[in-house]
């Protein structure tokens, strides 16, 4: 079966060299795009499309790539809203509120969190996500993050196992033991399940030589590495993870040039998710800057009932380019072609000839409209590839 979809008022293709401009985007007027066993078989003009089997007339909307979000915690129960109400009215974040989920998740069962993940899959399908990325983390046991990582597998094939999110509070007089429990019995059930290994490498979580154990324990085991840093403060999170040349590290909030300069030499992408500065009343870290020295940027929204609880790309998109110096076109391009670089693929984030035909019609005739109309539910309609 093929499917055309036709009309289409403005196309981001993520293609500089589609649009003939070399624009960032590689914008069309007036075009079309053919779809056929869940890959995008042609992109042209509208007038010239070829004849599909089904058509979906986009009546002049823009279409872009589907979001990619390449950093969530979905797998996780209870509800942090009290601590949220606390630091609004003043208390600052810390990461101990972990812990709290942490209970309440290894308290839930297998169904009850696997119905958490549906629901908040299908909350970021419909505000255009196509492809999500799922943590562990808040099992912080051997059985826990196993199956932590056996239900977000029944989501996405982007899985990450972070045993080391915090100390559980059973090893808080034993650290030491505790990364010995990660890169061993606990990596060993996890792996499995896992394409990715991450470290919280920051003051209270994990420090650069234990986040350098336990991230080499993952890669002996199959897992690429990527990191949580400087979200809290400087550290050596971001210079440590281009040094080992990470495909990502997220956060990059408080950011010397030297780490800038080391992200762009080592190709590293930098994540950066503005929906935890807009809760946790932190500074937000500059894109600008970023883009300017040549660092690839991606936008996630680390959706987590603590100290994020969003799960709307369109939210962050418009919050990167009002906070964070980005332009409606870098930000897009962030939250689609970026988070592809970050999760290491090639196959999602553009549509382009062999691309995974995944698609948000927009109830807006540009792609400008994510920013400049923040809060409008503004995804029209969201086509994934089967």
């Known amino acids: 079966m093929s499917l055309l979809v036709t009309n289409i008022g403005e196309l981001v293709t993520n293609d500089p060299a589609a649009a003939g401009s070399g624009d960032l985007l590689g914008v069309r007027s007036d075009a079309a795009v053919v779809v056929e066993d869940g890959l995008v078989s042609w992109v042209g003009a509208a007038a010239d499309a070829p004849a599909a089997d089904d058509v979906v007339d986009a009546g002049g909307r823009a279409v872009i790539p589907g979001f990619v979000d390449s950093h969530s915690h979905l797998v996780f129960a209870g509800d942090r809203a009290q601590e949220f109400r606390a630091r609004m009215a003043g208390e600052s974040y810390a990461a101990g509120g972990i812990r709290t989920t942490v209970a309440a998740t290894r308290a839930a069962t297998d169904d ?8 908040h899959v299908d909350e970021m399908r419909r505000q255009g996500t196509t492809t999500v990325e799922i943590k562990s983390g808040y099992g912080l046991s051997v059985d826990d993050e196993a199956r932590s990582l056996r239900v977000a597998r029944g989501f ?6 972070l045993g080391a999110h915090v100390v559980p509070p059973e090893y808080a007089d034993d650290p030491a033991g505790y990364v010995a429990l990660v890169t061993g019995p606990m990596l060993a059930a996890a792996a499995p399940y896992a394409r990715w290994i991450d470290v919280f490498c920051e003051r209270g979580a994990f420090d650069a030589d234990q986040a350098r154990t ?15 840093a400087n979200q809290l403060g400087p550290g050596p999170g971001v210079a440590l993870a281009a040094e080992l040349g990470l495909t990502a590290v997220d956060h990059c909030t408080y950011l010397s040039d030297d780490d800038v300069h080391a992200l762009r030499d080592a190709g590293t992408v930098a994540t950066l998710l503005p929906g935890v500065e807009f809760s946790t009343r932190q500074p937000y870290p500059s894109g600008r800057r970023l883009v300017d020295a040549g660092v690839t940027v991606a936008l996630a929204s680390d959706c987590n009932p ?19 110096g980005m332009t409606p076109a870098e930000a897009v391009w962030a939250a689609t072609a970026g988070g592809a670089a970050a999760l290491g693929r090639t196959d999602v984030g553009s549509l382009v000839v062999g691309s995974r035909a995944d698609l948000i019609l927009l109830d807006a005739p ?14 029209a309609r969201t086509l994934v590839s089967a």
């Open 156 to 161: 996405t094939d982007e899985t990450t196992f």
């Open 366 to 379: 540009s792609h400008v409209h994510l920013a400049y109309r923040p809060g409008v539910p503004l995804v």
């Open 214 to 228: 336990i991230l080499a324990a993952g890669e002996a085991a199959g897992l690429r590495g990527r990191l949580h």
């Open 306 to 324: 603590g100290s994020c609880y969003t799960s709307s790309l369109p939210f962050c998109i418009a919050l990167a380019v009002r906070e964070m």
């Open 112 to 119: 009850e969190l696997a119905a958490g993940v549906a629901r």
